[in-house]
């Protein structure tokens, strides 16, 4: 059966002599992995659409579980993030939790593509920074893959302003100063009001006003650091594609 779908390509992986594997985010299917054979052959017709970060349109062929591309057209080239070695390790890291957190068939994966095509655009554009776009991916993918954090107020008491609000990464939720004798054992980061009111924003502002908040770079680092800490103790793993990333810095 052939499908017609729109995706982003996140990995490729060469298989034997000439051909590939692509992991695709596909507005449709999720994600999927999908096959070609003899790659320098279908390269011809297909120029760049089978390259990483590459919005296209792909004829598959679906076999059961199993798909193998037929064709693809390119829809979207972001050459300004090929360009700058910053930004592509940005995107294979935003390609690896999206491999990790996006969801397979059955869920509806149209806001994952959303998301992650709105940041790759900003990043090829300029109009908003890695620092920006690192934690606002991360932040707001948790949220939508099912681990949304509770940042309305204090898990205890309630309290939802003031200086003295704690973020615990392992529950995803808030203690106030005053309760903070709930966090027996467990890692508590105190933020600052601008910080507390940027990670609300990601979490619950509509797509369209996803992107319309500011903070200064070093607060943009500390949410960053922030982000990263939920992620590993939510997932309790580590990413490879970090780790290169932060080489960068």
């Known amino acids: 059966m052939l499908i017609s779908t729109d995706g982003i390509v996140l990995k490729t992986k060469p298989v034997g002599n000439d051909d590939h594997v692509y992991t695709l985010l596909t507005r449709e299917k999720g994600v999927i992995t999908a096959f070609a054979r003899n790659r320098q052959k279908i390269s011809r017709g297909m120029g760049s659409a089978l390259e990483l970060f590459t919005y296209s349109n792909f004829v598959l062929f679906q076999s059961k579980d199993r798909y193998s591309i037929n064709t693809a057209s390119s829809n979207k080239i972001f050459f300004g993030i090929r360009s700058d070695i910053e930004k592509v390790s940005l995107a ?5 939790l999206l491999i990790e957190l996006a969801p397979e068939e059955g869920e509806d994966p149209n806001d994952y593509a959303r998301l992650f095509l709105n ?110 800490t939920y992620i590993y103790h939510q997932l309790d793993k580590t990413f490879t594609t970090l780790e290169f990333y932060h080489t960068l810095l």
């Open 92 to 96: 294979s890291y935003l390609s690896e």
């Open 119 to 228: 940041c790759l655009s900003m990043l090829e554009t300029g109009k908003r920074s890695v620092l920006f776009i690192k934690p606002l991916f991360e932040l707001r993918l948790m949220a939508m893959a099912g681990y949304m954090p509770d940042l309305l107020g204090c898990s205890v008491c309630g309290k939802s302003e003031g200086k003295s609000l704690s973020f615990l990464p392992s529950s995803g939720s808030l203690l106030c100063q005053d309760c903070m004798a709930q966090a027996t054992g467990q890692l508590a980061i105190q933020l600052s009001p601008g910080e507390l009111a940027a990670m609300r924003h990601i979490i619950y502002a509509p797509m369209e006003k996803l992107f319309s908040f500011a903070l200064p770079d070093e607060a943009l680092k500390r949410l960053s650091s922030i982000a990263e």
